[in-house]
C-alpha cells in the first residue's frame, strides 16, 4: 500500500491541526494504523494508532486528551486530529501501514509501509 501524508503546517501554541494519511494501491481495510512522528535530532517517536475495524486506538501519553486518530474505511483515509497544540508538538509526522492486523503496534518496525511525511511547527 502507498501512503501520502498530508496537512501539515504552521500553528500557534493551543491551535489545533488535522492530518490527513491517503492510501492506496491496497484494501485499506487490511490494515492497522499508525502515525509517528520525529522531531530534529531525536529519533522517530510512536503518537498512535488504531485498529482495522476502529474498535481500539492506542495514544502516547505525551497526546492523549489532546489527539485522536480516526479513520474513514470507505475512502481510505487515516486521520490525525490534533488539538492544544505545543512547541514540543513540533516534528515531521508520519503515517504507516501493518500487515496483517492482529495487534496494535507502537514499535515503527512493526509497520510495513510509511508516508512520505508531513512538517508540523508549533509557534509559541
Known amino acids: 500500500v502507498q501512503l501520502q501524508a498530508s496537512g501539515g503546517g504552521l500553528v500557534q501554541a493551543g491551535g489545533s491541526l488535522r492530518l490527513s494519511c491517503a492510501a492506496s494501491g491496497g484494501t485499506f481495510r487490511n490494515y492497522d494504523m499508525g502515525w509517528f512522528r520525529q522531531a530534529p535530532g531525536k529519533g522517530r517517536e510512536f503518537v498512535a494508532a488504531?485498529?482495522?475495524?476502529?474498535?481500539?486506538?492506542t495514544l502516547a501519553d505525551s497526546v492523549k486528551g489532546r489527539f485522536t486518530i480516526p479513520r474513514d474505511n470507505a475512502k481510505s483515509t487515516l486521520f490525525l486530529q490534533m488539538s492544544s497544540l505545543q512547541p514540543e508538538d513540533t516534528a515531521v509526522y508520519y503515517c504507516a501501514a501493518d500487515s496483517p492486523p492482529l495487534r496494535l503496534g507502537v514499535q515503527p518496525a512493526k509497520y510495513d509501509s510509511w508516508g512520505q511525511g508531513t512538517l508540523v511547527t508549533v509557534s509559541s
Open positions: 488504531i485498529n482495522w475495524r476502529s474498535t481500539s486506538t
